[in-house]
């Protein structure tokens, strides 16, 4: 019998595609982030990232089996990653959490992982 994951413990992919989507309509406005997402439609971004989160979180690898391996910081390198752009994707990214249904317990994990990773992701500081 295997162990339950993060994935399955918050509610599988529904709930991993509602914070996406949530996410991702903060960044459809966005003054800072929406320049940074080349692509007219937003769409093909949201499939990458709920599916990148969701195959982190112990889902079905289905992100890894289409793009290899995630090379995060190699991806993001062509684009301006400055503390302010975290904080506007942290402050989606939060508004994204609290539409969920989550324990104190779950939304601090994911919390946890969520300001790490855009730390890790800035690259200059203009």
Known sequence: MSEATFYDEIG???????IVHRFYEGVATDEVLRPMYPEEDLGPAEERFLYFLVQYWGGPTTYSDHRGHPRL???HAPFAVTPAAKDHWLRHFRDALDSV??????DQRFWDYVEHAAQFMVNTMD
């Open 12 to 18: 599988g992919f529904d709930t991993f595609r509602r």
């Open 73 to 75: 910081r190699m991806r």
């Open 101 to 106: 249904d989550l324990t104190p317990e779950q």
